[in-house]
């Protein structure tokens, strides 16, 4: 069973910086990774995702600009470094992982692609 712990989050005031990062055990090759999130009462929302490659990358628009997504396939990490940051941006941030060996250049923005969830940090922005 592949474990995902994220780490970092936390609070920021709007128009600042934060960062998640995301311990993976999955020792899989071609693996694709990502971020979603849950804000109270919302559905929840993918967020970026990146491919084993790091050649292809997926952002929400509403991130677009903001946020950065990165992986370090050495450590089997994927960190997402967040900048400029808006109230709108506070829900429960999870790292997923689909490990179904695909191609180096694989990754989806669909949450049901995923078979591995994180339990999720929490990331509050105040204004």
């Known amino acids: 069973q592949v474990q995902l712990v994220e780490s970092g989050g936390g609070l920021a005031q709007a128009g600042g910086s934060l960062s998640v990062s995301c311990q993976s055990s999955?020792?899989?090759?071609?693996?694709?990774m990502s971020w979603f999130r849950q804000a109270p009462g919302k559905e929840r929302e993918f967020v970026a995702s990146?491919?084993?490659?790091?050649?292809?990358?997926y952002y929400a628009d509403s991130v677009k600009g903001r946020f950065t997504i990165s992986r370090d396939n050495v450590k089997y990490t994927v960190d997402l470094q967040m900048n400029n940051l808006k109230p709108e941006d506070t829900a429960v941030y999870y790292c997923?992982?689909?490990?179904?060996?695909?191609?180096?250049?694989?990754?989806?923005?669909?949450?049901?692609?995923?078979?591995?969830w994180g339990h999720g940090t929490q990331v509050t922005v105040s204004s």
């Open positions: 999955d020792r899989t090759f071609n693996n694709a």
């Open positions: 990146i491919s084993w490659s790091g050649r292809r990358i």
């Open positions: 997923v992982l689909d490990a179904r060996s695909r191609t180096v250049d694989y990754t989806s923005r669909v949450a049901d692609d995923y078979e591995f």
